[in-house]
């Protein structure tokens, strides 16, 4: 059996260019430090033996340059939409594989776990995120980039029409916050 891989989308922590939304109601500096502290977070929270863990850096050449996140495989995201980026992640990778980004610090390894078990029966599946999106995504390879066609990004509606993309059934994990703005890190904060 191909033991799963996780990977972690990740922007270079640039001032100015990590956390924008956030970043218009905290301060560009804050929001660049609090993107550093989620994203460590994030690393240690779902680092596990029972899965590979790869960072898929953007923009590339900061691959192995930022510090904190070596020690960690790396790999360059493709440049292009979203919809790009995650259909050639899937493509290049062979058997089971979950995306999880930087936005959802309350993320646990047992949640990551939970969403590989899954995928053995499922089709795909999907951690939705408190504002319509999505913290984890996993499919079995192969997976046409099809699956990414049509998709309203950053939006209410991006889960909804992924889902509706998806050939066979889909399995779900629990609700967590997508850190986007100051509004979403003051209602992680309060849990």
Do not use: E
Request: charged share 25%.
């Amino acid at each position: 059996m191909i033991r799963p891989t996780l990977v972690i989308f990740a922007r270079a922590p640039i001032i100015g260019k990590a956390k924008t939304r956030l970043a218009a109601d905290i301060g560009i500096v804050h929001a660049k430090r609090l993107y550093c502290a989620m994203t460590s977070r994030i690393i240690r929270n779902v680092s596990d033996p029972r899965w590979n863990v790869v960072l898929a850096v953007t923009p590339a050449r900061y691959i192995g340059q930022v510090r904190g996140w070596d020690g960690q495989m790396q790999t360059g995201q493709v440049r292009g939409s979203l919809s790009a980026r995650l259909a050639h992640m899937f493509a290049s990778r062979k058997g089971p594989m979950g995306v999880i980004g930087t936005d959802a610090p309350q993320v646990r390894a047992s949640d990551i776990a939970r969403g590989f078990r899954f995928l053995r029966s499922n089709a795909a599946v999907f951690g939705p995120a408190d504002d319509g999106g999505f913290w984890f995504m996993a499919m079995r390879a192969p997976v046409k980039p099809c699956v990414f066609d049509n998709v309203r990004w950053s939006s209410g509606h991006t889960l909804k029409d992924i889902q509706a993309n998806i050939r066979g059934s889909v399995a779900r994990l629990r609700t967590l916050v997508d850190v986007d703005d100051g509004p979403a890190l003051r209602r992680v904060r309060q849990k």
